[in-house]
């Protein structure tokens, strides 16, 4: 089976709904920032701190590259890793991209309650523009779900029936 990828907003859902997907459906799951923290052996917040955002992306770009050669999985993505460069269109080629789309307010909240992620440390006022330059690239996504005030298994299931499976 084509890998299924989930895009969008940090915050949005993607590595819960992704495991949940993956458990369902019998595929392999794979969290983006999860394996590059791995790989690293440091937190994505560290990674930013220590070494930079541009370190950072370079790392994505390489996962990029190395899940050309995978199959069958669900790969839920760090939520920059689809805006920068072409990276939309290269995600679209390893397998059917899927946005997991929140409102403003539920992104806002998500992020500025944990303060884990790097985001938060930014504030309202910069996630909100943020928020408007992503979305707009999220939206080339093979397809858009809806995930505001849904819970996870009704997530799942309407992933799984826009991708007939």
Sequence with gaps: MKNIILI???GCGKTTVGKALSEKLGMKFIDTDEKIEKEE???????????GEKYFRDLEK????????IENAVIATGGGMSVFEDNINKLKKIGYTIFLRVNEETFLERILEDKKRPLAKKGREYLITLY??????YLNAHKVVDCENKNIDFIVDEIIK???I
């Design 162 to 164: 826009i991708l007939e």
């Design 132 to 137: 408007s330059s992503r979305e707009n690239i």
């Design 62 to 69: 390489r996962i990029i590259e190395e899940s050309h050669n």
């Design 41 to 51: 052996g440091l937190s994505t917040s560290s990674i930013f701190k220590l070494k």
């Design 8 to 10: 969008g907003m940090s």
